[in-house]
Each structure stands twice: as C-alpha cells, then as structure tokens.
C-alpha cells in the first residue's frame, strides 16, 4: 500500500492511524490471512513535481523511474491511499485512473472526483463536497440567515465551490453579501486585506470553505485589521485538531462559531499504539525524529553527552483523534476488505502474487460494505463516496486563546427530510450577541406587511409595505398579500380576516331614530288634521272643494307617512316586497286625489257660466272615477312588476369599502323606475291643471294652494332623483324616506293647514258668505 502526506507534528496521527491499520489487519487471522500488507510512505511536501516523481517512483519500481513499465516483480500495488491536499489528489487519480488502480482519498472533498467517467478508479472515506454544500444550507435555513459572506480558497476548487454555493443559496432564497478568494498567505497583498476586512463588516454570519493552509491568510487579516465580532460557519476542510502554524495567530475571532466535521469514533487500542511508539522501533521513519523533537523538544541520539538528548522515557499521546485519522483507518480497512473478498471468491489465482492485477478489486470496492473495529459502516455508494455524518462543533475561546468544540448538532444525509439536527440551547454565542444573532438584509417584514424588492439590490434586500385593505399578511416576510373573503374584510392590523360589519338604517342609531320620529309626528299631525275636519265637516270651508276627496287625501297621507317605517331595520322578504309598492300605490291615491280636487275647481266655476255643458260633470262620479282609475292602474304597473321580478333582500358588499350593506334589490329596475314614472305623470298633470286653474275666483278655490304644494312636491322629487342615484349604503334608504317626508309634508301643509288656521283661529271666516266673496 501507498501513503504520502505533507508532515507535521500533527499529521503525524495520520501516518500512525496507517501504521496502526496495516499491522493490526496483519495480525487479523480472519482478514486475509496467509497474506501480509506491506507499505510504503511518501512525503510529497505538496509539490506536484514531487508526487509525480513518487508515483513513478512506486509504478515501476526501479531506482530509475521509467514511465509505463514495471521494473519490480518484488511487490504487488494493492492501491493508493492519499489526502490532505484536493489539487494534488486530482492530479494522482488522473494517474493511477488511468492504470485501474485503485486510490482512496482520506480528505479531499472536491465535487469533480465524484465523476466516474474522468476518475473511475477513486474512492474515498469522506462524502463529497456537494453533501457540505447541502449541509452549510441547511444550517442557514434553521437559523433564518438570509444575507451572509463567502469566503472560498483561491483555486480552482474554491471557484467550483462557490458557484455551487451560491446556485444552492439562490433555490434557498439566501444571497450573498459578498463573496472573497482567499489567497496564501504568501500572495497576500497589502490592498487584498483591507479590501476583504472591509466585506467583513456588511453581515453577522460568514462561510469559511477552505483548508488550513488558506486559513491561516483570513487569520492574519484579522489580526491585522480587527473587526467586530461575526458567527463563522466554518467548513470541515479546516481541522483545527490537525494544527499547522495556526497556532502563532489568535483564535479569539472565531469565539462563538460553528464548524462541519465529519463524524468520527475513537479507535479501539490505537491510543495505546500511539504510547508504544519509539524511534528505535521504526528506523527506517524519517519523520519520527522531526516529531519527536516537536513533541518534546529534545533530540533521539546516541551521544549520551548531548544535552539535548532525550531520556527514552517520552511517550507519544495526541489529545484528541483526528477526522483524518479515523478516515485513513477506514481507507487501509475499506482496500483490506476489498482484497479479502476478492481472495475469498478465487483462492487458488491468488497464491502465487504475480497473477494478482489490482484493476479487478474495483468490484468488490464498489460492492464492499462491513463493520469497522469501531462499530461504524464502511461502504461507496455509486460515486465511490462515503456519506459520513456530519457535526457541528460550536467553538469556544477562552481568555487563554485555547479552543474547545462541543458538539451542538449534526447532519445525517440518511435521514431524508430531517436530516439536520440543532441543539440550539448548548450553543454558546459570541459576547457581541446577547441571542441567536440575525443577518438578514433587511428587517423581517411583519405580519400586516408584504416585501416589495429594492431596485438594483438583491432579493433578499427589500422594503416593508402595509396591505392593501381588504388584504392580508399573516405570516413574516410574505412576498404578496392574500385578499379577504367576498364576506370578509382585513382588520387595522392588516394580519387576520375578520367578518365585514353589516349595516343599514335602524332604528337604533340617531339618523333612523330621527326619521321614524318624523314619519310618527308627521302622522299624528295628519290624524289631528282629520280630527278637524271629521269635526267641522259640516262647516263650509270643509265641505268645499269636496268634502270626500279631502277625507281620502289625509288618509292616503297618513299611509305615505306611516309607510316610511318600512324602509327602516334589516331588510326582509315581506318589507322588501311592501315598501315600494305601499309607497307608490298610496302616493298614486294622494296625487289623483289632488287631481280630482283640482278638476273639481275646474267643473264647479265653469257651470256658473251660461249654457254650460259641464253642469253633467257636476258630483262625485267624476273625482272618484279619476281616483279609481289611476289607482287602478298603479296597482297594475305594481302587480306586474312583483309577478316578474319583485324585490328581495340581499348583500351589497361592493358600494361600502369593508362592510356589507344590507338592502333591497328592487329586482325588476324597469318595474321600480314604471312605478316612479307613473307617479310623476300624476303630479306633473295635477301641477299643469292647478297651474291653469290658479286665476279663478278666490272663492272656493283651492287651485293656488295645489299648485304651490305640487311645485313642492314635484321639486323634492327632481332633486330626489340625483340625489338616490348618486348615494351609496344605508343613505339611500335616508333619500328617499326624506323625500316622501318632504313631499308629503308639502301636500299636508300647503293644502289643510290653512283651512285648518281658517277653522280654529278665524271661525268667524269659516261661513258661506266669506267664502263667495270674490
């Protein structure tokens, strides 16, 4: 087996977690047994030049590299095992891809290497990026941060990674504040820095996607140019536990952050392993001396004399095991158990190692599944990725600057919907938040309100706007309002729909208490007036002018102002079908009753004239001929309009704005309109005749006190019309109980109240004689 790193003291777990792996498959009398697993290390130092070299170095297996040619019949390659750096691993799958061999990847999560096509011969014990990219969504979504930052390595992987991020975030309606390439530390230029500092400041939550390496660029910028403090989603790429050079720069930034790590189980008796280690044992290790030193400084040598000699008693001992470390372990135990099955299924081929072609263990690669030392699963799915757990770790600073992570959540991708899982009470925030901090572009909209977008800004930039009324908001940050109901109506607040309040003319409120005061004082006052003249009905000024005619007019009157209460209350079938009709049927009765009044001036001056031929018109056939027929004929307009299309009552919810008028619908408008015409004919006719006979003799003669009540009455009814047409809700009920107030009145008081100041203050005018005089 192959393994290369870059070394530090830290990585050193890496290399042991190998060694570890190798020797206890080896003393596995159950896997592969009567096979043993060699190994060889190379330390690439992150040079393409120099992995190239190694490679070449391990395919022919010569002290000469020769590209495509095996010089070695000594050693068999099993597979690759690799890590730590993505641009290096694509560069060595594109090789070993090539030659079928099969390369497992402990780290590099780049989406591109999922890609059977171009990589048909790489696995690896970690998922793909695309899984982080689900899971750092997830987590924003939870949190409602809607405007964040990006921070992406400056490679070829950090452009791939942000475009991904940010397609994710758009389907997530999240936008990005800003978006920077970390360079290295050794490219970073004196106008970057401040630039990017800068970006900082315009959000409370930034992304960090990118390892150690570029880590260590964002460090200096804080350190250089310090910021408030922010909430830093942080990838798993950068494992702190891993350590480098990071350590000479603060952590205290990052107090109070959320960080991806893949999930990871302690290994069965690696730690004692790792106690065991001595340079003596392992001479042909040439890092263990570097380590060594960095662990304890002192130096593993011979010379007693030295002073810098170590005593022997040093005993290696890692705080924590590494994610890296734990994936090297499934790495070597995923290639083991692929050669195991492999042995299994073929034995006999198997015994003599030259019949041995590493590109058949791809089958059982693709096909491998078990249970690790640890107790976890160990299998590719179809793009050759482990989809292993993800944590969220919440850092923790101390005053010290150490750093602690505790657990606070994870990411499972086998759990469907639910597959992130916060532990939102553990999570210790930065002092600069005194809760779940926010970042959002704008404020949430409130319940009430809609978002409408800031032109030029993205969409997660946007104003607040109230509703319209007779709409809704009920819900934060809802893009467009919701209308009410037909019968429903928004409340002050804009957020719930609420019944429409049904109204029309009561008789509890003061304008419907008023008007019904009116019409029963009016109505009194006619019944007094017919008192008068049931007791003076033998006087002359009485029987004048025809003494019935007067009797049928007050009652006819009476009825007019008594029919106004039917316009008053809520609206029901009965009212709805009476009003109108009552109305027009009594003020037919009033006007021909007028009319006939008036005709009777006419008949009775013209037979004083000599061989007049209206002496056969004089009685009472002919008024109550004029009475009955045009009675008559409005209780026929009326019939027809009720036998075709009556009134009825209904809801009008579209004249009030937010409230439902409860009110009559005059069915048939022609019906309505007939019954109204037909009453203004009576009154136009009754005004022109009155206005004819106006110049008789005073005595007698009632034609200047018609003619004036008609012009009353014809008035009241010519503004009526405008007035009815023009109102809206319950005042149109008011209009026209006004003008049947008015007109009525008009009659009332210009043709009784007179007579009736004649009869109970001027007695002595009431006799026959005053009354011929001319």
Request: net charge neutral; proline share 5%; glycine share 4%.
């Amino acid at each position: 087996m192959q393994h290369r790193a870059r070394l530090n003291i830290r990585n050193y777990q890496n290399v042991l977690a190998f060694m570890f792996a190798i020797n206890e498959i080896n003393r596995n009398q159950d896997l592969l047994p009567n096979i043993t697993l060699g190994f060889h290390i190379i330390d690439a130092c992150a040079n393409e030049e120099r992995v190239m070299a190694g490679m070449f170095d391990m395919l022919s297996g010569g002290a000469m590299p020769v590209p495509n040619f095996c010089c070695s019949s000594m050693h068999n390659l099993v597979g690759v095992v690799d890590g730590i750096s993505s641009k290096v691993t694509i560069l060595l799958a594109r090789l070993l891809g090539m030659y079928h061999i099969p390369q497992v990847s402990y780290s590099s999560l780049d989406v591109i290497l999922s890609d059977k096509l171009q990589f048909p011969a790489f696995y690896r014990t970690v998922p793909s990026d695309d899984l982080q990219c689900e899971a750092i969504v997830q987590l924003l979504k939870y949190f409602y941060w809607t405007w964040v930052g990006l921070f992406v390595s400056d490679d070829e992987s950090g452009l791939k990674i942000s475009q991904t991020l940010q397609k994710d975030f758009a389907r997530n309606g999240i936008c990005l504040a800003f978006l920077e390439f970390l360079p290295l530390k050794d490219l970073l230029d004196e106008t970057r820095g401040p630039r990017i500092a800068k970006s900082i400041n315009s959000t409370n939550v930034i992304i960090v996607y990118g390892d150690r390496n570029y880590m260590f660029s964002l460090q200096l910028i804080l350190y250089l140019f310090p910021v408030p403090e922010k909430v830093w989603v942080i990838s798993s790429q950068w494992d702190v536990s891993t350590g480098s050079d990071l350590y000479l720069l603060k952590f205290q930034p990052f107090n109070g952050s959320l960080a991806f790590t893949l999930y990871k189980t302690p290994i069965p008796n690696f730690e004692e392993f790792t106690r065991g280690i001595k340079p003596e044992l392992y001479p042909k290790d040439i890092f263990i001396d570097n380590v060594w030193f960095g662990f304890f400084q002192c130096k593993w040598k011979k010379n007693a004399s030295d002073p810098e000699k170590c005593t022997g008693k040093e005993k290696l001992h890692y705080a924590d095991l590494s994610y890296y470390s734990y994936s090297v372990y499934n790495a070597v135990y995923a290639l083991a158990n692929a050669l195991h099955s492999m042995y299994s299924s073929n034995p006999t081929k198997l015994r003599d190692g030259h019949y041995f072609k590493s590109w058949k263990l791809h089958n059982y690669l693709k096909n491998l599944h078990f249970t690790n030392n640890a107790g976890s699963e160990v299998f590719f799915d179809e793009n050759g990725n482990m989809p292993i757990t993800f944590e969220i770790l919440n850092w923790i600073v101390y005053l010290n600057d150490t750093l602690d992570g505790i657990k606070v959540g994870s990411f499972n991708p086998q759990h469907g919907f639910h597959n992130l899982t916060i532990s939102e009470s553990l999570i210790r925030w930065s002092s600069a938040f005194n809760q779940t901090p926010r970042s959002t572009c704008s404020e949430t909209c409130l319940p009430g309100y809609r978002k409408t977008p800031r032109v030029g800004r993205p969409t997660c930039c946007y104003d607040c706007i109230p509703c319209l009324e007779g709409e809704i908001s009920n819900q934060t940050d809802m893009e467009e309002c919701v209308k009410c109901p037909e019968n429903q109506w928004s409340n002050t607040n804009r957020d719930t729909c609420v019944y429409k309040v049904i109204i029309y003319l009561s008789y509890e409120e003061p304008l419907g208490t008023s008007l019904a005061l009116l019409s029963i004082i009016f109505f009194l006052l006619t019944c007094f007036v017919s008192l008068i003249f049931t007791k003076y009905r033998k006087t002359p000024i009485v029987r004048s002018n025809n003494r019935d005619l007067s009797y049928i007019l007050l009652f006819s009157l009476k009825t007019c102002f008594l029919c106004n209460l039917l316009f008053l209350g809520h609206p029901i079938r009965v009212t709805c079908v009476l009003r109108q009709t009552v109305f027009g049927v009594t003020f037919s009765i009033s006007l021909s009753s007028i009319l006939a009044k008036t005709i009777t001036v006419i008949i009775a001056f013209s037979v004083t004239k000599p061989a007049s031929k209206c002496r056969n018109w004089v009685g009472s056939r002919v008024p109550n001929s004029v009475i009955f027929i045009c009675s008559i004929l409005q209780v026929t307009i009326c019939a027809c309009w009720l036998g075709t299309s009556p009134p009825f009552p209904y809801y009008n919810m579209e004249d009030e704005v937010g409230m439902i008028i409860a009110q009559c619908n005059e069915g048939s408008v022609f019906g309505f309109y007939c019954v109204l015409g037909f009453t203004g004919i009576l009154a136009c006719v009754c005004f022109i005749i009155a206005f004819l006979a106006r110049n008789l003799p005073n005595s007698f003669n009632e034609a200047k006190f018609i003619t004036f009540s008609m012009l009353v009455f014809c008035s009241v009814w010519v503004s009526f019309i405008p007035a009815y047409m023009s109102t809206k809700g319950k005042y149109v009920v008011a209009v026209e109980i006004f003008a049947i107030l008015a007109s009525s009145l008009a009659l009332l008081g210009c043709i009784f109240i007179p007579k009736c100041y004649i009869i109970l203050v001027k007695p002595e005018c009431n006799t026959k004689v005053c009354l011929k005089k001319v």
